[in-house]
């Protein structure tokens, strides 16, 4: 038996976290990209020096942090913008993410929560995708919730990333959350069985 390292992904606000939390609960240890992505550029770290290079000062608040709304009102209406930011963060998440699944103990199940792993090429590099699912519709009124944007601004953040069908394509199980809470719980525990089954034949 060893480390079974599996990718979680989908589409912004499909439903990650919760579905993270709920393997949590049953036992996986989580890998959470957004918190290394957060922690690569604080203060201090190289990573926010070279986004101040490439994006200027004004990407930088009051108290010395990165301003994320600035930067992302930047990001997300220029491609290579977003694709220049990948190339100073994701290496170093990489790094991060790499050292925490060496260091869980033998049978453990890791599951990374990686938004962008389509986009990144990312999803040969672990034992399984997971994939959250939702129509695009859906997609966009719970964004609009979560974040106050309008219809146009949560329609451009879904579309900046991979579509669904490209997501399924890499998807070994794949979570529909559309539905309720329970329905959602009753998936997770469906994944999680096959996840358990899979790491005690490794």
């Given at each position: 038996?060893?480390?079974?390292?599996?990718?979680?992904?989908?589409?912004?606000?499909?439903?990650?976290?919760?579905?993270?939390?709920?393997?949590?609960?049953?036992?996986?240890?989580?890998?959470?990209s957004?918190?290394?992505?957060?922690?690569?550029?604080?203060?201090?770290?190289?990573?926010?020096a070279?986004?101040?290079?490439?994006?200027?000062?004004?990407?930088?608040?009051?108290?010395?942090?990165?301003?994320?709304?600035?930067?992302?009102?930047?990001?997300?209406?220029?491609?290579?913008?977003?694709?220049?930011?990948?190339?100073?963060?994701?290496?170093?998440?990489?790094?991060?993410?790499?050292?925490?699944?060496?260091?869980?103990?033998?049978?453990?199940?890791?599951?990374?929560?990686?938004?962008?792993?389509v986009?990144?090429?990312?999803?040969?590099?672990?034992?399984?995708?997971?994939?959250?699912?939702l129509?695009?519709?859906?997609?966009?009124?719970?964004?609009?919730?979560?974040?106050?944007?309008?219809?146009?601004?949560?329609?451009?953040?879904?579309?900046?990333?991979?579509?669904?069908?490209?997501?399924?394509?890499?998807?070994?199980?794949?979570?529909?959350?559309?539905?309720?809470y329970?329905?959602?719980?009753?998936?997770?525990?469906?994944?999680?069985?096959?996840?358990?089954?899979?790491?005690?034949?490794?």
């Amino acid at each position: 038996m060893s480390v079974l390292s599996v990718a979680l992904t989908g589409g912004i606000a499909s439903g990650k976290t919760a579905v993270a939390r709920m393997l949590a609960e049953r036992g996986a240890i989580i890998v959470d990209s957004d918190l290394l992505s957060r922690q690569v550029v604080e203060p201090g770290t190289p990573g926010l020096a070279a986004i101040v290079d490439r994006f200027g000062r004004s990407v930088v608040a009051a108290d010395g942090s990165l301003d994320r709304q600035v930067l992302g009102e930047i990001i997300f209406a220029d491609g290579q913008a977003r694709a220049d930011l990948n190339d100073i963060v994701h290496p170093e998440v990489r790094r991060r993410r790499a050292e925490m699944i060496a260091s869980a103990p033998d049978g453990s199940i890791v599951v990374s929560v990686i938004p962008l792993l389509v986009e990144s090429g990312l999803q040969d590099d672990f034992d399984g995708v997971i994939v959250v699912d939702l129509p695009i519709s859906t997609q966009v009124d719970r964004l609009k919730a979560r974040n106050g944007l309008n219809d146009d601004q949560a329609r451009a953040r879904v579309t900046a990333q991979a579509s669904g069908d490209e997501r399924l394509a890499a998807a070994d199980w794949v979570i529909e959350n559309s539905g309720s809470y329970d329905q959602l719980r009753a998936q997770v525990e469906m994944v999680w069985d096959a996840l358990t089954t899979k790491v005690i034949a490794l």
